[in-house]
C-alpha cells in the first residue's frame, strides 16, 4: 500500500486470510485500515524525534 509517499507491507497468514474472508470480510477490511492507522501515528512520531520537535501535537499529547 502507498499513501502520501509511506510504503506499507502488510502480510497475513493465509490461512487466517482464508477464514476471515470467508467468515468475517468486514473485520478483516476493519484491521486492514487499522494497521493503516497505526503505521501512520507510528510515522508522525518518529518524524517528530527525527526533526527534534517537542511541541504540542494535533493528536492531542507530547512527542
Known amino acids: 500500500m502507498v499513501k502520501d509517499g509511506l510504503r506499507l507491507n502488510i502480510t497475513i497468514d493465509s490461512r487466517a486470510m482464508n477464514f476471515f474472508q470467508r467468515e468475517a470480510p ?20 518518529l518524524l ?15 512527542l
Do not use: F, P, Y
Not at 468486514?26 to 512520531?45: C, F, P, T, Y
Not at 526533526?51 to 492531542?60: A, D, E, I, M, V
Open 26 to 45: 468486514q473485520k478483516l477490511n476493519e484491521a486492514r485500515k487499522r494497521a493503516v492507522e497505526a503505521a501512520g501515528m507510528v510515522w508522525i512520531v
Open 48 to 62: 517528530a524525534r527525527v526533526c527534534n520537535c517537542s511541541r504540542q501535537t494535533s493528536l492531542g499529547g507530547v
